[in-house]
């Protein structure tokens, strides 16, 4: 419940676009859903991620229960890491990148200051003095972040320049051989069912 969305990559035909926040750092209810993710869903067109499981559980949690956007299909998502799995290739995006020698690689800097500005700052020794002089535990501070223009800028550029590595990664690979990804599908149902644990006799 706690976790929000700085940005949206997407690459539709030969244009990358990041969308970022009508007002603020974060997306809030009212926020549109992007126009090409709309496109897709009304044509029954493949939505690509790497490590797509991770943004499937995002778009699930984040963009249809916080933010009211449409639901994405299962039969929809497309991941590229079973296929550098399938051809024996690092299956992490940036090593995968380096393997495969793309034009385009991550941004290594970038990933580390999109990190940054993805976790709470550390509140300075006289900023939690203050906060528990004042009879507060320092527990209950309020979180701050690193939300300045020139990191947040440095966020959605580092998120443009991993679409363009992906993309280039799915033209190279292609989709897995269908019996492969269907056997990819049905591990996946299996690891969202889960295991049924009869807690009665345990």
């Not at 290739?89 to 495969?100: Q, V």
Request: charged letters at 25%.
């Amino acid at each position: 419940k706690s976790t929000d969305i700085l940005c949206v990559g997407m690459k539709y035909g030969e244009q990358v676009r990041v969308q970022t926040p009508l007002r603020g750092a974060i997306f809030l209810p009212g926020d549109p859903c992007p126009p090409e993710v709309l496109y897709c869903l009304e044509h029954g067109l493949p939505i690509v991620a790497h490590n797509a499981p991770f943004e499937m559980g995002i778009w699930e949690h984040v963009c249809v229960k916080k933010l009211g956007w449409p639901d994405v299909p299962y039969a929809q998502w497309h991941d590229t890491l079973p296929s550098c799995a399938y051809h024996s290739i690092p299956r992490k995006l940036e090593e995968a990148a380096k393997a495969l020698n793309l034009v385009h690689q991550k941004d290594v800097k970038g990933g580390r200051i999109m990190l940054q500005v993805s976790k709470p700052r550390n509140p300075s020794a006289k900023k939690v003095k203050t906060w528990v002089d004042s009879g507060k535990r320092a527990s209950d501070m309020p979180l701050e972040w690193w939300e300045d223009e020139e990191r947040l800028q440095k966020t959605y550029d580092y998120c443009g320049d991993d679409v363009r590595a992906q993309d280039e990664l799915y033209k190279k690979l292609g989709p897995l051989p269908a019996v492969r990804q269907a056997e990819y599908d049905f591990d996946f149902r299996v690891n969202q069912r889960g295991i049924p644990i009869d807690w009665v006799h345990t």
